[in-house]
């Protein structure tokens, strides 16, 4: 009865290379959400996805920024040329319907440094 | 804009003491709000969520109150455990987005 899983849990990147960030949701679980958390701060929303669709992408910067939730496999987020602003704990999170239901469960995050 | 925030960034209580953390919202029209615990290097983990139509709900250990009013939550966990350190979110709905405040650091003394 595995969680939402993320990986990888740590990544170092130079500037201007890409980072991929991977989450395989709950059994069960078509919701996918990403959040972004700086040092000392909550989650600040980026993107919802359902499968094979983008639902809400308005907390993704428009540029370097993308996510997807294939049909198959775990949803990806990509970030292109990493900047050190970019630093910061990616949190995954599942639900099985839309979230406003019921509490989201959060993978362990991946925490992204870009040197 | 919405926001949600936290008054004190960091409680110091005495273990076996009740903790009580409070957490401001801004948006009137929300009606779901939750508790998120995130311990050090790991993900939120759910707490307790209440919505608007209650004033106070419970939970093992813990309670949420809501103050509409004043549009204020609380969250009082009883006999404070050494396992309660962690850093406590109130998170607000804004249809499936959470808006999250800035956390609260609760240290338990020994």
């Known amino acids: 009865n595995a969680g939402v899983m993320q990986n990888p849990r740590h990544l170092v990147r130079r500037r201007g290379q890409e980072a991929r960030l991977r989450c395989s949701p709950m059994?069960?679980?078509?919701?996918v959400y990403w959040y972004r958390q700086l040092p000392e701060e909550g989650l600040k929303f980026m993107v919802y996805l359902q499968k094979e669709n983008i639902i809400d992408e308005s907390g993704m910067p428009k540029e370097r920024f993308s996510a997807e939730f294939p049909k198959e496999g775990p949803s990806i987020l990509r970030i292109q040329q990493v900047v050190r602003g970019d630093s910061a704990a990616y949190f995954c999170a599942s639900s099985p319907g839309p979230k406003n239901t019921g509490e989201l469960f959060f993978g362990e995050g991946s925490r992204l440094t870009v040197l | 804009g919405e926001s949600v925030g936290l008054h004190l960034p960091t409680l110091s209580v005495q273990e076996g003491d009740n903790s009580i953390i409070n957490c401001a919202y801004s948006?009137?029209?929300?009606?779901?709000f939750i508790w998120y615990k995130q311990e050090s290097g790991k993900g939120p983990q759910f707490i307790i969520d209440i919505r608007s139509n209650m004033d106070k709900r419970q939970g093992q250990r813990v309670t949420v109150l809501l103050n509409k009013t004043v549009k204020h939550l609380s969250l009082q966990i009883a006999a404070t455990q050494p396992g309660d350190s962690a850093v406590y979110f109130c998170a607000e709905d804004s249809n499936y987005q959470l808006i999250w405040g800035a956390g609260t650091k609760l240290i338990i003394k020994p």
């Open positions: 948006n009137s029209a929300s009606d779901y």
């Open positions: 059994k069960g679980h078509s919701h």
